[in-house]
């Protein structure tokens, strides 16, 4: 059954979602990149006060036998970092567009979430690169 | 049907500290022949310790049956063949173990005076100038301690050899199939990796490397054969290409079984390699170490060989200091002293015929292997094998059978599985190297297995998912291992 | 085989090689020998060299007795032929054996986790400091000179195209231990990590709790190397320190004119991803049993590449088992025993000699050596079949006159009497 994308979400090449509030953006990854690592071990996040840059990398995403870099949809301040996943990895795989965020980042350009791709182009973009 | 494997009783062994108990004793000194000392009064009250909680008590004869039963849970190769494509896992030959235990090679200690120890230099200098003769470079360092290490050192020759003409530049290429070695001890020599991509024929795509060099290019690390195990037929163009932009050529030399005695990395362009002494050379793996990374250079590279550098003079052997142009030190002392005497036993062994003979041996039972695995399994690349084959799982996919479900089930019919999922540019990748090690009857069995296996992945491919069957243990649970490492036994008091 | 694959003879199987890369004349190597050869010229080189006599060099390496059961283990075909245990389910052996030997090492040092041993104890200096900088995400060094000096020259090769900065230390002229205020002046804000070694290179104990205090303080981490660990059997380990990283060639690893050896880095629990070499881990089967397979392999170079850790493909197995069976045979008694040996030989002989230093010390001491140098020391020993100290002047000028002694339980009272005469000028 395909995974529903959240409509209210924004979403990357590679494959990490941003929902936004105010100036604040939660972010973290695909139902889509999941599915591809596997079981995931270990998440390695930025933390509080660090200072994340559009397009480039913030942490990495672990499974047995891979590491996924997690770049950074946005520019901003980090904020506030999901202690949970530092416990229960597994949670990426289970829920990672809910209970899995990983980083909450102050923006210093809300606008720059305009130019990311929507539920629905990110979808056919997954299913584009499946065929 | 499998031939070559049953199963049989063995014992079941736990921790060494779940069978210690207070009071037990292996060992016995001898009584002091001088007044005894308080630890209290020589290192002060706060300096020690109380016991070493924990540490095993047990006796002798437990010590002998405890590592004996581990023992018997491994695969080796003394007992069967390993396929292990990229890691030359051939027979160690035990006249190598014999002479490496002499006394006066095993007892000399690193900082004995150069004349208390020169048959242990001779050792040094005969093992370089036959890796030197095999290799066609001009000169070896024999420190670094593994291929990893070699590459490390071979990357600062480079910087090193760059910087002395003016800079050392900022690159290094590194094709998609290399060894993760490669890029990650570039890194660690201060160059930026940047990948290139191989053609169909999985070598070095000449156009691609034309557009990549430029002046900013330090080196290409190529291996040769490459990981596919086919002989790179540009290599001398593509050193022409590096040379013309005054880069470098670096071999990775894990490949060298192939090339022994029929071919000299020197003498179709490389300016510095390393080798695998405990791949091409016979030192024995020993679960997982110790080897030895000798690298190989030519003559302008030779001023900044770590130091101290074997240097013959009237009163013999003397290592040299007086080396303003050395990178340094990659380790402390000389290298590894007992695998080297152990490589130089086995070059003696075979003598420069030996080792051509047994390079054919080894491309003869790839290219073997290959054709008769050929009808049964996906052969991407179709260029000539040397000493190593690779196949992929994509005809046996189809029914969710993968290369590594395939090399499980190989567990049960009595062979170690060959090496999954490595080249990256192979989907699936079933690596095969058999080495000269191997009979044709042991091949045969290695064969017989495998397509009786494709044969399983086809008419009951649960069984081959759920592979090994007939082990001490199945799969093990890396996920829980890797999400919650335990990585130590714990007494009860200190969980 | 050739019939079945369709060629003539073995020289077709490299036919398709470019004519130029071939070799036009066979390898100048001699023909190939017999074991008796083998066995004859490598005993005829053994025999030029001066081995199995009384030895009183240490510096890094060690002389001790090594059990013979390590042999007869080791040189079973299942440890001595296996590979890298990848394939858990037939490396059993090979996995329990490095469990048991990261958990006796945690037990030996006060860490917490231990990897499966490094190259040596020389590489593990540099790997450990990359640690502290990757941990504390700082750049700077603070290294004391009384760490071994050739350790010291590997770090410099590595570092030097890390962009590390690194500040070395002195000693106090009396004790022979680090100076400490020059260490605190020393270390900032910008310090990864200071580097000390206890025992250190001239055989003296540190002050390791005062060293952690003066790291910790500035946000820095205390990296503590040993090179001599059967001092681990008495003194006290380093708990204050965050990285212990040594050698482990004194646990029945021959000396072998430096090398194969085992080294280890060992840590607190909360910074084992950052520790890099190999580590073995617990876990279970598809059918609950009690298992053993390699983990945290991400963290290597076969799946980070160029972001790994380290490049280590390695760790010394065989080597590290040696040790193992060491710790084993000696047990927890066994080791308390051996290091009170060590130690009352040691303190003997120091007793006999002008003594530079006046720190507490392990199995090795700097004797001074003003009525006969130390080569000409040497060389009378030689004479009588001794093997000496090490002249200190090669590495500390200012010390030219300064023979650095170790007794371990193998020195014999007369031999150390011998070496007593001789630096006494008698």
Known sequence: MAATYPENYRYTKEHEWVVVEGDTATIGITDYAQKELGDVVYVDLPQPGDSVVAGKTMGSVESVKAVSDVYSPVTGEVIEVNQKLADAPEKVNEDPHGEAWMVKVRLSNPAEVESLLTAAEYQSYIEGSES | MIKKARQHVSQNESLIFERSSPGKRAYQLPPLDVPAVDPKDALGAGNVREEIGGFPEVSEVEVVRHFTRLSTYNYAIDHGMYPLGSCTMKYNPRVNEAVAALEGLRWIHPYQPDESVQGALEVIAALENALCEITGMDAVTLQPAAGAHGELTGMLLVRAALEAEGRPRRVVLVPDSAHGTNPASVAMAGYQVRNIASNEKGMVDLAALEAAVDEDTAALMVTNPNTLGVFEENIVAVARILHAKGALLYMDGANMNALAGISRPGEFGVDVMHLNLHKTFSTPHGGGGPGSGPVAVKKRLEPFLPLPRLVNEEAGWRWDYGRPQSIGRVRAFYGNFGVLVRALAYILAHGGEGLRRATLDAILNAVYVRKKLEPYYELPHKAPTMHECVFSDARQAGRGVRTMDIAKRLIDYGFHPYTVSFPLIVKGAIMIEPTETESKQELDLFIDAMISIAREAEENPELVKGAPHMTRIRRVDEVTAARKPVVRWTREEEK | ?426
Do not use: W
Request: aromatic share 8%; hydrophobic share 40%.
């Open chain 3, 1 to 426: 085989m050739l019939a079945e694959l369709g060629l003539e003879s073995l020289d077709d199987l490299y036919a398709h090689l470019p004519e130029e890369v071939l070799l036009r004349e066979p390898l100048k190597l001699g023909p190939g020998k017999s074991e008796y050869e083998i066995t004859d010229y490598f005993r005829r080189l053994s025999g030029r060299n001066v081995a199995g006599r009384p030895c009183f060099l240490g510096a890094g390496a060690y002389c001790h007795y090594r059990p013979v059961l390590v042999d007869v283990l080791v040189g079973r075909g299942e440890f001595l032929t296996a590979y890298t245990p990848y394939q858990a389910e037939i490396s059993q052996g090979t996995l329990m054996t490095i469990f048991e030997f990261q958990t006796m090492l945690c037990q030996l040092t006060g860490m917490e986790v231990a990897n499966a041993s490094v190259y040596d104890g020389s590489t593990a200096v540099p790997e450990a400091v990359q640690m502290a900088r990757r941990i504390t995400r700082r750049d700077r060094v603070v290294v004391a000179n009384t760490v071994h000096p050739e350790y010291r020259q590997v770090l410099e090769t590595y570092a030097r195209h890390q962009g590390l900065e690194t500040a070395v230390t002195g000693y106090v002229r009396d004790t022979g231990m680090a100076d400490l205020e020059e260490i605190e002046r020393e270390t900032d804000e910008r310090t990864a990590a200071v580097l000390i070694q206890s025992p250190n290179f001239f055989g003296v104990v540190e002050d390791v709790r005062q060293a952690a205090e003066i790291a910790h303080a500035k946000g820095a981490l205390l990296i503590v190397v040993f090179t001599e660990p059967v001092a681990y059997g008495v003194l006290e380990p380093p708990r204050q320190a965050d990285i212990v990283a040594g050698e482990l060639q004194s646990f029945a690893i021959a000396p072998s004119y430096g090398g194969p050896y085992a080294g280890v880095i060992a840590t607190r629990q909360k910074y084992i991803r950052q520790l890099p070499g190999r580590l073995v881990g617990r876990t279970k089967d598809i059918e609950g049993r009690g298992a053993y397979c390699l983990t945290l392999t991400t963290r290597e170079q076969h799946i980070r590449r160029e972001k790994a850790t380290s490049n280590i493909c390695t760790n010394q197995a065989l080597v590290a088992l040696m040790a193992t069976i060491f710790m084993t045979v000696y047990g927890k008694r066994g080791l308390r025993e051996l290091a009170e040996q060590n130690l009352a030989k040691a303190h003997y002989l120091a007793g006999k000699v002008p003594q530079k230093f006046f720190g507490p010390f392990f199995n090795e001491f700097v004797a001074h050596s003003a009525v006969r140098k130390p080569a000409e020391v040497n060389a009378r020993l030689m004479e009588r079949g001794i093997v000496g100290g090490l002249p200190l002047g090669r590495f500390y000028p200012e010390l030219e006159d300064c023979l650095l002694l170790c007794a371990t339980e193998m020195a014999r009272r007369e031999d150390m009497d011998a070496v007593a005469e001789a630096i006494l000028g008698r």
